[in-house]
Nanobody, 128 residues
Framework: QGQPVESGGGLVQAGGSLRLSCAAS????????MGWFRQAPGKEREFVAA????????YYADSVKGRFTISRDNAKNTVYLQMNSLEPEDTARYYC?????????????????????WGQGTQVTVSS
C-alpha cells in the first residue's frame, strides 16, 4: 500500500526521551522528503519536523526546536524522531508522512498538503 508505519511511542515521564521510527516502502520513501506531525485530543494536527531526501537542512516547529531531532537512514527506508526533554504538552498521536517531492521550500515544509502518504500514528504520552 505504501503508507509509512510508525513505531516507538509509549508512556514516559516528563524530562524523559523517546525515539520514534517510521518505515516506508521504497516506492514511497526514495527521493522523497519525510515529516512528522502530531495531533493532541481536541486540537488540530500540527507540524513537528521535516527532512529532505538528502538529509540536509532540517525543519522544526518552534515548540520542539532544540529538543527533537529528525534524521533518516535511506538504506533502511526509515526516518527517526529523537525526542528529548519531553513535556506533558508533547502528549499527542505522532504521524509520519511522505512528502510529494524530495525537497522543501521555506514556505511549504510545514504544510500538510506537501505530504501525500500518511501513517496511522503512534501515541506518545508524557506524564508530569
Amino acid at each position: 500500500q505504501g503508507q509509512p508505519v510508525e513505531s516507538g511511542g509509549g508512556l514516559v515521564q516528563a524530562g524523559g526521551s523517546l525515539r520514534l521510527s517510521c518505515a516506508a516502502s521504497g516506492r514511497t520513501f526514495n527521493w522523497r522528503g519525510m515529516g512528522w506531525f502530531r495531533q493532541a485530543p481536541g486540537k488540530e494536527r500540527e507540524f513537528v519536523a521535516a527532512i529532505p531526501w538528502s538529509g540536509g537542512t532540517t525543519y522544526y516547529a518552534d515548540s520542539v526546536k532544540g529538543r527533537f531531532t529528525i534524521s533518516r537512514d535511506n538504506a533502511k527506508n526509515t526516518v527517526y524522531l529523537q525526542m528529548n526533554s519531553l513535556e506533558p504538552e508533547d502528549t499527542a498521536r505522532y504521524y509520519c508522512a511522505t512528502a510529494r517531492g524530495p525537497y522543501f521550500s521555506d514556505i511549504n515544509y510545514s504544510a500538510p498538503t506537501s505530504f501525500n502518504y500518511w501513517g496511522q500514528g503512534t501515541q506518545v504520552t508524557v506524564s508530569s
